[in-house]
């Protein structure tokens, strides 16, 4: 893939002429001391052009691709609606890069491809970004990522000396660069060395932070949960955990969703809601039984699917370390300190 170089300023341009045209273009933008996914518009384009903060956002990337609740069928009419316009997402990060290979796997994999899904992903262009800062609860190292994306991106974009080093990924990033080319040249040997370089002083910061948690484990990672499913750190956890499913909410793979149908005076229509492994109801069925009622349950059943129940359907861990449950957990569960007792 093709290795170039183009001004911020230029980039941004492209980005508010893709506005213009019609193109919604979402990119981190600060919120108090972190950063969220926001719309852009030629005017904040303008104010803050391509700062994307040092790390991920607070949330992940999969609202844009599998929303919070998702209309899939509207009963007295043809077809599903609308189809989604094009989106070019700006800054999303390793860690949202391996968590879409995770849901690109459940929801494009057939026989039970889902077209919404599908049909989201083919319009959007990813864009994504270096981490020059990560957070002190990011652990990517630790589960076999890096703080700089490898693969899955349509373009990545590395801030060297004043300019962006942009790296093609896919035939869809190609084809942007090629309808702009008057905006890129080759990125030069400089440029390329210093993208290296800042590469390997972050990736070696966050090892030894990861070290320094005490995470020196990586090698045991893969079915850590198994024949530890009757070990005490789930039941010790849970009288922690409040229910509330943030950790689900604001993970990049967690995926679960239920149906809900709402009539209005238009008629009847179905939603896909995201849903928590954590909540009481979770696997409740029909008749009432359900086959996790004990919170330990559940909490195992999350450490599960991570860490070795994707190991065996897809050959990958299903957590990126990206930290935001840790963030995010009102019972202060730390996901890390799970891992390490698990691993004693």
């Known amino acids: 893939m093709a290795l170039l170089s183009v001004e911020a300023t230029s980039f941004a341009r ?61 009963f007295f009419k ?21 968590a879409l290979r995770v ?49 899955g991106y349509d373009l990545n974009l590395s801030e060297v000396a004043g300019r962006l080093v942009v790296e093609t990924g896919s035939e869809k990033g190609e084809k942007f660069v090629e309808a702009h080319r008057g905006e890129f040249r080759d990125a030069s040997d400089v440029e390329r060395s210093g993208r290296e370089e800042a590469r390997r002083k972050v990736q070696a910061e966050l090892e030894a932070k990861v070290r320094s948690q005490l995470l020196d484990f990586k090698d045991k990672v893969r079915h850590i949960t198994r024949g530890r499913e009757e070990h005490a750190v789930w039941a010790a956890r849970a009288q922690d955990c409040v229910e509330c499913g943030a950790c689900n909410f604001v993970c990049p793979t967690c995926h679960c969703f239920y149906l809900l149908d709402v009539e209005d005076a238009s008629g009847v229509k179905r939603f896909a809601n ?47 370390g990206c930290g935001r449950c840790v963030e995010a957990c009102a019972g202060k569960i730390d996901l890390r300190e799970v891992l390490k007792e698990l691993a004693r």
């Open 274 to 320: 995201w849903d928590s492994c954590l909540y009481p109801s979770f696997a409740r069925v029909a008749g009432g039984a359900n086959p996790r009622e004990r919170r330990a349950e559940r909490l195992l059943n999350r450490f599960e699917k991570k860490f070795s129940f994707f190991c065996d359907t897809m050959d990958a861990l299903a957590c990126t």
């Open 14 to 74: 492209l980005l508010t002429d893709a506005i213009r045209e019609g193109t919604d273009v979402y990119k981190p933008e600060p919120v108090g001391e972190r950063w969220a996914w926001r719309r852009a518009t030629t005017e904040s384009l303008g104010a803050s052009g391509l700062s994307l903060g040092p790390a991920r956002a607070s949330e992940p990337v999969k609202g844009l691709a599998f929303p919070p609740r998702g209309q899939v069928a509207d």
């Open 103 to 151: 849901l690109d796997h459940i929801f494009l994999s057939e026989p039970f491809r889902d077209p919404h899904y599908a049909a989201r992903r083919e319009r959007m262009l990813v864009v994504s970004a270096d981490c020059t800062g990560p957070y002190e609860v990011c652990f990517c190292t630790f589960v076999e990522g890096a703080p700089h994306p490898t693969a």
């Open 78 to 98: 043809k077809g599903d609606g609308a189809e989604p316009g094009k989106a070019i997402l700006v800054g999303v990060r390793a860690c949202d890069l391996a």
